[in-house]
């Protein structure tokens, strides 16, 4: 073939260009591309700025005062669906459910980043945009209010979501997935794509010690096959696992069986029954119909699964979210899983097909580019003298690429606390801070100020031995409210068991995750507190929790808890008040009977004599190493968990057992 010049070259291209339309080749700026289904949400908050506009003739989003004004009323337009959020009055006399700080949070972003894509417009500064977000977070959530997610609310994930949780960690583990083949990705947004029901199998089949097991297997939409869907990769798991938190089968069963997946099994007890085929042929286990396209991870609302599959990036926030409170400093990912996954595999000997096979690779050199560590396995030492092969020393400093820190204290005793706050090193700290928080304050410029908050940064993080300071405030109280969500509670010691999952341990465990999976308490009880059929437990009062009434608007009963329409009002107790009345009731009771009463909150123990009570708080008090260090109230469910205590008089010697004990139960004004 010979070569063209560069003056043929430009004549073909005039003769090969027909009348097409050039209007497209002009000086405007061409914005990234993005999905349909995110296009028309931007579009719906640039049109609901094009009606404020008009009804605001010289209205910009430039300007704080309109943008503020703006999206206060987009937030008092908006309608919330969780049922215990807080209602707003509409000028028609109509009450609505007020909308949750995230979702108006999400339309200040939806609305700023279609502005800008909006030809001739002029994008918003960074200052507008980080000024109207902090006044929807700190301002605008009390004036509505809006609402704040159970799950910032409590500190915690919706119980549903620990178990996707578990079984997606299960899944990246032992598949080697990608984030985007089990969850739907952003750049399939609205696609619907990821883990379905139809791309599950659970089958029985007889094992070599003649005996039923359940094994799963798993198809990934992987990467580069979507026009191959003949080309999808497979994952078998089987049941034969211990301990209980390795097992794959255990979450996976746990939510097809809460789902209602199987067509002809209801509970795992029916499943465990089915023997094994006498050919060794495997007994498939049917998806009903109606849950074929059903997705396996689904967006979880305050009231439970909506259908939708969970998105990747959902996910992969959790996943940081997790291995921060678990002690790891860098930000934890799908791909760190699936890199340590590959290393394992080719430690243990697997043929490079294989290892291609099992990561979805076609290039053989993938693996030794983008996943090998950079430490070089072969053993200098032993291999220079002959000696045998040792890695455990290369496993040690592979971890080091996340820092852990393996003596992470998420909460520490009062005692140690006190111990602690007598230090030298830490009074010189604490000192320090206080400086910088008054040289913060008393500087005039924002120069100053910038300087003094970046200061106080790196002094914060770097004054420790180990660096590591910055991890160790990060708290957790499961340890005080465990007691408020037994199911959990359970699962904390009972998952580490080395039992089979058919085992008695293996099935109450199971039977733990689905009940964790499909409930949601929206109050929690101490066992000493609990209601009796829904009913205050003290037969005096039996006062029923959930009863509503209808009559006329003057009845003394507050609107918003109007649920069932103008006539219908809540004649029970609100939710974050039930545990109080109960334990009034029981106090009266007891105090009718005995003259005395005193409910422990940390042991949840009633003491009916003031002896006792005295000798009990002594107990605490010559162990202080079992108190809390923090000395707050703690609520959690809409329940007192923890009661509060004064941390200058638990530690006054002066005073009785019971002064220093006092507990607090209510925030004082």
């Known amino acids: 073939m010979v070569k063209r010049s560069a003056a043929k070259f430009w004549d073909d291209t005039k003769a090969n260009t027909l009348d097409e339309d050039v209007s497209h080749i002009n000086g405007k700026l061409v914005p990234k591309g993005i999905v349909d289904a995110t296009k028309s949400l931007y579009t719906q908050m640039l049109t609901i700025w094009d009606e404020f506009e008009e009804r605001n003739p010289g209205a910009t989003p430039h300007d704080l005062e309109t943008a503020k004004r703006f999206m206060m009323m987009v937030a008092r337009a908006c309608q919330g ?90 899944l990246f583990i032992y598949t080697s997935g990608r984030v985007s083949e089990y969850f739907e990705s952003v750049c399939r947004r609205g696609s619907g ?18 005996q039923a097991e359940l094994a799963i297997c798993t198809t990934r939409d992987a990467k580069g096959i979507t026009n191959k869907p003949h080309k999808r990769l497979q994952h078998a798991m089987y049941e034969d696992m211990a301990p209980l938190f390795a097992n794959p089968v255990l979450p996976m069963l746990a939510i097809a069986l809460t789902d209602g997946a199987f067509k002809d099994y209801t509970t795992f007890k029916e499943i465990f029954a089915i023997p094994p085929l006498a050919n060794g042929a495997l007994y498939h286990l049917e998806i009903h119909k109606s849950k074929q ?26 996943l940081v979210e997790l291995g921060h409170r678990a002690g790891y400093r860098e930000n934890i990912t799908v791909h760190d899983i699936r890199a340590e996954t590959f290393v394992k595999a080719d430690d243990n000997g697997y043929s490079i097909a294989e ?25 200098g030492q032993s291999s220079y003298w002959g000696g045998k092969r040792r890695t455990i020393h290369l496993d040690v400093f592979r971890g080091l690429s996340l820092h852990y820190h393996p003596q992470l204290l998420q909460s520490l005793p009062a005692k140690l606390q006190a111990d602690l706050e007598s ?11 206080e400086s910088l928080n008054m040289k913060a304050m008393a500087a005039t410029t924002d120069d100053e100020q910038h300087e003094c908050q970046k200061n106080q940064r ?42 089979p999952l058919r085992s008695k341990e293996g099935r109450s465990v199971l039977r733990d995750l689905i009940i964790l999976y499909k409930e949601n308490p929206e109050v929690g009880y101490h066992p000493s507190l609990q209601p009796k059929m829904g009913c205050c437990p003290v037969a005096k009062c039996a006062l029923q929790m959930n009863r509503f009434v209808s009559g006329p608007p003057n009845l003394p009963f507050s609107i918003e808890d109007t649920d069932r329409g103008p006539l219908f009002y809540h004649n029970s107790i609100k939710l974050g008040q039930r545990w109080s009345h109960i334990y009034k009731c029981y106090k009266e009771d007891l105090e009718n009977q005995y003259s005395f009463a005193q409910l422990c909150f940390q042991c949840d123990e009633w003491i009916t004599t003031e002896t006792k009570w005295q000798d009990h708080c002594q107990r605490h008090l010559d162990k202080l190493e079992t108190l809390p260090v923090q000395c707050d109230i703690l609520t959690y469910r ?32």
């Open 81 to 170: 669906v969780i049922a215990t959020a807080a209602t707003i009055a509409r000028c028609n006399g109509t009450v609505i459910k007020a909308p949750s700080l995230s979702y108006i949070s999400h339309k200040w972003k939806m609305f700023i980043c279609d502005w800008a894509r909006r030809p001739g417009n002029c994008k918003i500064s960074p200052e507008v945009t980080l000024s109207i977000t902090n006044y929807i977070k700190t301002i605008l959530v009390k004036k509505i209010p809006l609402t704040i997610d159970m799950w910032q609310n409590d500190g915690r994930l919706h119980p549903r979501s620990i178990v996707q949780d578990f079984a997606a960690l299960v």
């Open 193 to 210: 794509r990821g883990l379905l029901y139809k791309h599950i199998d659970f089958a029985i089949f007889k094992n070599k010690k003649g």
């Open 293 to 318: 396209e059903l997705p396996f991870f689904q967006v979880i609302s305050h009231n439970g699964p909506t259908g939708k599959i969970q998105s990747a990036s959902s996910f992969g926030k959790q």
């Open 355 to 379: 290892r291609m096979k099992f990561a979805g690779h076609t290039n053989p050199n993938t693996f030794s580019e983008s996943y090998m560590p950079q430490m070089s396995t072969v053993n």
């Open 423 to 433: 230090r030298p090193d830490f009074v010189a700290l604490s000192s320090e801070i």
């Open 458 to 499: 790196l002094n914060l993080t770097s004054d420790s031995a180990d660096g590591m300071d910055s991890i160790g405030r990060l708290p957790t109280y499961f340890k005080q409210v465990c007691y408020l969500d037994p199911p959990r509670h359970r699962l904390a010691s009972s998952l580490f068991l080395n039992s």
């Open 638 to 669: 809409r329940t007192l968990a923890s009661a509060g205590f004064c941390h200058f008089c638990l530690f006054d010697p002066n005073k009785s057992a019971t002064e220093r004990m006092y507990q607090w139960l209510h925030h004082q004004p």
